[in-house]
């Protein structure tokens, strides 16, 4: 008389389960340097040079401008503000307030992105 | 027309609260990272402030308000750019350089890159940026001594030496961080209040700068201490004593409009309203001209002034001792606010030597003969004021114009000594020579020299620093070809600048190298390491990873790994 085969529960599995791939973390796929980490990183990277180019552009239109309209247009360089000559009060002070606002600007977008690409990051 | 007792004083004053600033660092300095990097400790305000004291340097407390004495209008392209440099910084470097977690220029190019050969290129132009930046902070002392106490002009140049080797080996980076911190709020105060007293005096005189030649303000007498030539824009009766293109003359001298040879030892008398003989190296212009963008008489000038905004601000990123100041932030974050911090500092400390300037072409136009407008801030008190109050602000300014040598040249040792050291050099060995040198080399303006070396930063490290944080495909053999190739046009243009006169377009080229200078550089990176794509370094991306990812990230894989 051989033993009945113990028996064996069968169960519908669990969909939700088998769907969701194994927990892998973006900051470990960064980390290991594969595919997915690298779209993230170049995705972070591309953002902060645009940034950077926009600034440096900024700064170039500001400054070349400036030297341009001072060598071709007479008008600004004949306008008086508060008895001063307008090229004076350009380049000796009111330069700086923009190059400021730039500059802050600009920390303040690097600081953004960055917290987008760390948003990302944890959402997964 | 010295004070000798106040000005020492403030000199004497200085120095010691340098030496004393280090001393009580001493205490504080126990690691080799505090000695180099302050243990990357300090805080954004006092970073700033330091960071402002380190580049406020002989070529901006003295230099700017010379040149714009002599140059007008162009010469405020000087301030307007070493402020932006630090804009670019911001946007383009701040941050990944202070994540590389290198000290040096030559350390990111080993991290990045992996070759001694980038590093030892570096090295080399590290230390030749430094020379090039340090001779005219001793330049500066020599002058200000001379000009402010009568002391021998060696003397100035050994004080400061002197003051830095001491402080700096006995408490390395922290304690110059505080003292430059220091030195920063001295230098503007010092710079701010004779300001503000001298533009009381001026609108209490209601005095006007006209469209004409520079004329004496008040009767003056010049005594050359070296042969000069001159131009005379119109003819004009002096009353000269010594000797007048070879002859000698003792009384009122006729002299026809143009140039005439005076020599050593010539005494100049100007009564108010004698136009002013000029140096034939400045450009010896109508106010009105003066006023004008493009008036100041170089050739070239529209060319000169766009290739000098291409050098300053893209060599700000390049020059060794203030790239230093970035690893002493505790993050990239703080990098950045540290360099917004110095912008606004800076922007502040600009607006001071300008005034400087302007009422130095109306008060003491007499520096135009001999050539040495750098005096300008120191002579100009004494002269507007007069009196106790003239001799206190004079003595004023010269306390933080010996900040500005003392700090600039503490950090331009304490980097380039990192780096010698690093290169198994004994520094030591190498800074009687270079005094030496210094003493022997023509004088020229500050402002200038300080130019010429943010220049050769601008065409070596600015496309090294920007290719390497955002060009993950930058090779070995590519970034070692553009900084060869920058640095040997760039130094080129600078030798030959400093050592002959070039007239026309090669003169002005050669003057300004930027312009063509710094793109070469970078199509030689980016052409070397297209070229050689598999000496790109395997470990690249990770570099890049470490460059750019914020901090958080690194925490956050931590307690994945603990967790």
Redesign the interface.
Known sequence: MSQPPPRVRITHPRTEAVRRAPHR?A??E??E?TQLG?VY?SS??RS??R??LV??AA?TIL??GT??I??YSANF?SARVFGL?L??VV???G???L??A???W??RT??RN?RA??DL??RR | MTHGPAATIAVCAVALATLLAGSLGLRRARTAGDFYVASRSVSPPWNAAAIGGEYLSAASYLGVAGLVLAFGFDALWYPVCYTAGYLVLLAVVAAPLRRSGAYTLPDFAQIRLGSTAVRGASSVLVALIGWLYLVPQLQGASLTLHTQTGAPRWAGGLVVVGVVLVAVTVSGMRSITFAQALQFWLKFAALLVPALVLVGVWHHRDDAIDDGYPTAAERVTVTLDRAVTVRLPVAEELDVRGSVDGAPVAGAADLGAGEHRLAAGTRITLERGDVVPVRTSLPAQPNGSWLRPLGSGTDHPLYASLSLVLAICLGTMGLPHVLVRFYTNPDGRDARRTTLAVLGLLSMFYLVPTVFGVLGRHYVPDLLIAGNTDATVLTLPERMVGGGAGVALGALVTAGAFAAFLSTASGLTVSVAGVLSQEMVRPRERRPHEDLRARRIRAFRLAAVVGLAFALAAATFCPLLVLGIWWPRLSPPGALAGLLAGGALATTAVLVTMTSEVSGWPGALLAQPAAWGVPITFVVMVIGSLVTPRRVPPDAGRVMIRLHAPEALAADLRDLTRG
């Open positions: 973390p900051a470990r960064i980390d340097q690298d990183m972070l990277i902060q040079r940034l950077a600034t440096c700064v400054l070349a030297a341009l001072g060598a360089v000559p090229p004076w380049l000796g002070v330069i700086y307030p190059l400021i730039l500059g802050w600009t920390m690097a600081e960055e690409f760390l990051v944890r």
